[in-house]
């Protein structure tokens, strides 16, 4: 490009950029030495406000001096006719092939005049106007040369109409959808005018029938200033004839107005110009493929014999919108847009407007697949318009509206920069300019109404806009486009989609659901009305009831599904995460037609529903930053009950966090333990604290130091969804307080704590259980270090001892929790190990508790707690060997089962195969045992044995749905029996 000579500094401020600016103005009258002449300084202005203004002074230039007659006609139009100065200034400030037109048509200007642009509804007969001399058509190059010239006059207009705002501001700014209607209009007036030459040419024309159908953007009413028109014909009688018409008629449009482009015909180049209407029938049912059903979404009749291309169009209707049926629809479909992609050489990929990644391709290849998955049921959404498609799929929900209107935003942005790229020389280009290349951006960035902003100039921010918009495309086609629910969506048949029709019954029937009425009911409560979030249920509820049908149970999934969505019919991003989500409904699908407690949580702990999406988010969470959170969300809060409140609430999320990732094998049986028993330390340390916080403020004092000690499962890290949280209170006098004094405060603190963890709740309880105390319940809540050591030295029975085993610091005074631990630990690793008396009497109480506490009628082969091989049988020998060995195996010195089995076969205590036995067998019965109460929705000791339960229990442990449930639970049973016979040795005969 050559670089432009500056110009003086007074023409410069009006934009000019050529030095010969100055002199060409003063020709025109408009400009003396010291500027512009007076009265003329609106002209000069308004070629300041134009894209290119010395493009546009040149063009005015020529057309003075190829008409000087009528020179002086336009200069006083210019000064005094706003209107006709902005059309006419932003034309030839555009495009050097319209102004090439103006120079080469004198007078021409003229129709930038009045209204300034002809109707659209009569362009068909101003076209058939100018191809006839008297009452007979043109034909050969006179036709040809008639219609481009009335052609350009036409499109001349249009473009007038479309860039004069950029001028004169007051002009009316046609939409983008107005200009494209009119660029559409005008190639069908040609279309017409073509084929009447055609006809006239063409002998024996009366013999055939030509209907002329539009392809494309001309199909879509979304026609560029300059682009191949695509049309399939359709011919009746003499097929010969009417392939020379079509023939004819492409020539005579070619040659004129723009090419006519058949190549979406079937076979394409390869077949036949023109067809019969059974022809295509015939290939379209037998042999087209799913790229050519994607392209007749915008065909539509607008030359030739309207009868036939009325039948033409209701033949390929119903084919379209069952195209979305065809096997591997969805996929063949994504990979045509790859295909198209992979073909923009490497180096014009970030510039290529309609091919590129986030370019014009990414946008229309979305909306059309997403029109023909859905629009087999939604007449709402059969439009050819890209644009109207666009705002239906957000109206419909089956887009978010915030992604439909930043896509339709960013379309059309595109769209405007490709027309402004056409019109500057009426070549077909895509092509954004070189990022370097100033020139082209600063006169780009002009012609779409691009201004500078501070620090930045005006190619600088077009160049900025462009990427940006090409990026948010790129995200949004991404998301839409491959979202893998469409597939889901496909692949249920047409009829199935219509939930409401009369076969909707019997289809679930089909599925697997029971009670098939009931499960129309709940589809009907979810889909009524003409509501935006009922249009998404429709969109949703046959992937569902697909996905529910493979649960163990699919009416009480959809029931519950029901509930969760009337209970979170105000989350506004409830049904989005569900719409955009695949996984999401996947994963939700399974855990509601498995697991009764998910949705009683689900409806207060919502916020898990968008963790289903995110394996790393859902399963990867550490336990420890999970108490962190909780605690330092509680300790916020100003008093008992709001901190109390919010650990409820925090531990609510986390449960059904664990509980989702379990459910769906996301989770070894330990990191279950491990994560439940954390939330719940978190909670009594949050609460322990509050009360500690509330009790001192009324004292005016903290009279006592207060620990918390976990027993049981708690302190072994290794709860249950349904487990209590076995604890004792140990208190020390602080601050000059008396024994009494402290044990009121930590009784006080204690007593608190128990009450508001269990007040009632639709959670699974918070029970605080101290009933491990020294005396159990008869025994004060509460004792001072010193009590314990003593009660422990004096009083303390085996049982006690083994009870201590798993006794471990949670809550309150850290210092105090570790002294009261060197204080137990000869207790519980007494010097020696046990006496055979002890012994004895530890098997003793074990045997009594086999007896007496299975409940009755339970069957002692599945019962997961104290059944043959279950949790009880496998605590109590690792316990027993603890007593008698830790004195000498530090290893064993440890609150967990797990570690303290492990430890067994290191110290060579027991057989590796037999501690591998127990391990297992401790695993299984505890992830069982937590999958019946999930399943279950309460807690649970006994397994089900039968029905949907069991089903959904063998479901979990990977048991498919054509698999025997029964085979879990002999499976369980061979583990547990054989962890039986290791319990009888280890236990009983060691």
């Known amino acids: 490009m050559v670089e432009r000579v500056r110009p003086t500094a007074s023409a410069a401020r009006f934009g000019f950029t050529d030095d010969r600016a100055g002199e060409l103005l003063s020709a025109a009258g408009w400009w003396a030495e010291s500027g512009p002449v007076e009265g003329c300084e609106n002209v000069v202005a308004a070629f300041g406000r134009a894209p290119d203004p010395d493009l546009a002074l040149f063009c005015i230039d020529r057309i003075r001096t190829a008409d000087p007659d009528a020179w002086p006609d336009l200069a006083a139009a210019l000064r005094d006719d706003a209107d006709l100065r902005g059309r006419l200034l932003a034309v030839l400030g555009t495009s050097t092939a319209l102004g090439d037109v103006l120079v080469g048509s004198p007078g021409s200007w003229r129709l930038l005049a009045d209204a300034g642009r002809t109707p659209t509804a009569d362009y068909t007969t101003v076209l058939a106007e100018a191809i006839e001399d008297g009452t007979e058509v043109l034909t050969g190059p006179p036709a040809e040369r008639a219609l481009r010239k009335a052609y350009r006059a036409l499109l001349l207009e249009v473009a007038a109409a479309d860039l004069g705002h950029l001028v004169e501001p007051q002009l009316d700014r046609p939409s983008f959808t107005e200009t494209t209607a009119a660029l559409t209009a005008l190639a069908e007036a040609a279309l017409r005018a073509g084929l009447r030459v055609a006809l006239r040419e063409v002998a024996d024309s009366s013999s055939a029938t030509l209907a002329v159908i539009a392809m494309g953007k001309c199909g ?39 090419e006519v482009d058949a190549a979406l015909r079937p076979e394409g180049k390869a077949g036949a110009l023109v067809r019969t209407l059974e022809g295509h029938e015939t290939y379209y049912k037998k042999w087209a493929r799913t790229w050519e059903f994607q392209a007749l979404l915008k065909a539509r009749p607008v030359a030739g014999d309207a009868e036939l291309g009325r039948r033409y169009a209701e033949l390929v209707t119903p084919l379209v919108w069952s195209a979305a049926e065809r096997e591997n629809f969805v996929a063949d479909v994504q990979q045509m847009r790859r295909r198209v992609e992979s073909h923009v050489p490497s180096q014009l990929v970030d510039r290529e407007l309609k091919l590129g990644r986030g370019g014009l391709r990414d946008v229309e290849f979305a909306v059309q697949l997403l029109q023909l998955v859905h629009g087999r049921v939604d007449p709402e959404l059969r439009s050819a318009s890209t644009m109207e498609a666009l705002e239906a799929l957000g109206g419909g929900g089956y887009v978010g509206r915030v992604d439909a209107a930043e896509l339709r935003m960013s379309y059309e942005f595109l769209r405007t920069v490709e027309h402004r790229l056409q019109l500057r020389s009426l ?65 249920v048949p047409t ?59 699919p009416d009480g999934g959809l029931l519950a599904y029901r509930k969760v969505s009337e209970a979170l019919a105000e989350t506004p991003w409830y049904l989005r995460v569900l719409r955009d989500e695949a996984a999401v409904v996947e994963r939700l699908a399974t855990l509601l037609g498995t697991a009764r407690l998910v949705p009683d949580l689900l409806v207060r702990a919502p916020e898990v529903l968008k963790l289903l999406g995110e394996v790393d988010r859902l399963a990867g969470r550490s336990p420890d930053e999970v108490a962190t959170s909780l605690r330092s969300a509680a300790r916020r809060q100003p008093g008992m009950d709001a901190a109390v409140a919010t650990a409820r609430s925090l531990r609510r999320h986390e449960l059904l966090r664990v509980a989702c990732a379990d459910l769906l094998g996301m989770l070894e049986v330990r990191a279950v333990c491990t994560a439940l028993s954390s939330v719940w330390v978190a909670v009594l340390q949050s609460a322990v604290a509050a009360a500690i916080r509330q009790r001192s403020a009324e004292l005016g004092a903290e009279p006592a130091r207060i620990a918390v000690i976990g027993m049981g499962r708690l302190g072994g890290a290794e709860l249950g969804y349904g487990s209590d949280a076995d604890v004792l209170f140990v208190c020390e006098r602080s601050g000059g307080a008396s024994d009494g004094e402290a044990l009121r405060f930590a009784t006080s603190v204690a007593e608190t704590v128990r009450r508001s963890l269990s007040a009632p709740s639709q959670d699974p309880a918070l029970e605080v259980d101290t009933d491990l105390r020294p005396e159990g319940r008869g025994g004060p809540l509460v004792r001072t270090l010193d009590s314990y050591r003593a009660y422990y030295e004096r009083w303390g029975q085996v049982w006690e001892a083994q009870a201590l085993l798993r006794a471990k610091p949670v809550a309150g005074d850290e210092d105090l929790g570790q002294r009261f631990v060197a204080a137990i630990d ?15 009497e530890i098997r003793r109480i074990k045997a009594r508790v086999d007896t007496e506490r299975m409940p009755k009628g339970a069957d002692p082969t599945t019962h997961a707690k104290l059944g043959r091989g279950g949790l009880a049988d496998i605590e109590w020998t690792a316990q027993l060997m603890q007593l008698r060995y830790a004195h000498e195996v530090p290893a064993l010195r440890t609150t967990s089962t797990h570690a303290a089995l492990r430890a067994l076969a290191q110290a060579g205590l027991a057989e590796t195969a037999d501690v591998e036995s127990l391990v297992s067998a401790w695993e299984l019965a505890t992830r069982a045992r937590n999958m019946a109460m999930l399943v279950r929705g309460k807690a649970v000791d006994q397994l089900p044995t039968s029905g949907r339960e069991l089903a959904a229990v063998a479901r979990v442990f990977g048991y498919s749905a054509d698999d025997d449930p029964g085979e879990f639970i002999d499976s369980y049973r061979r583990v547990t029996r054989r962890a039986h016979s290791v319990v009888e040795r280890l236990f009983y005969e060691s």
């Open 826 to 840: 000869p207790v519980r690793y007494p010097d020696g190990g046990l006496d055979q008396a002890k012994v004895r």
């Open 220 to 258: 879509g009413r979304e026609l560029n200033y300059v682009s191949d028109v695509d049309v399939v014909f359709v011919g009746e009688g003499d097929l010969q004839v009417a392939t020379r018409l079509a023939t004819t008629m492409a020539r005579v449009v070619g040659n004129a107005c723009f």
């Open 427 to 491: 070549r077909r280009t895509h092509l954004f300019p070189a990022f370097g290349d100033t020139e082209q951006l600063r006169w780009l960035a002009r012609a779409t109404g691009i201004q500078p902003v501070r620090g930045q100039s005006r190619g600088e921010v077009l160049t900025a806009e462009f990427r940006r918009h090409a990026q948010r495309i790129r995200r949004l086609h991404e998301k839409l486009f491959y979202r893998p629910l469409l597939d889901a969506v496909a692949r």
């Open 495 to 553: 009829a199935a989609l219509r939930l409401t029709t009369s076969q909707a019954e019997s289809r679930l029937a089909a599925l697997g659901y029971a009670a098939p009425e009931g499960a129309l009911h709940h589809i009907k409560a979810l889909t009524s009305g003409v509501s935006r979030r009922a249009a998404i249920q429709q969109t949703l509820l046959p992937v569902l009831l697909d996905l529910l049908a493979d649960t163990p149970d």
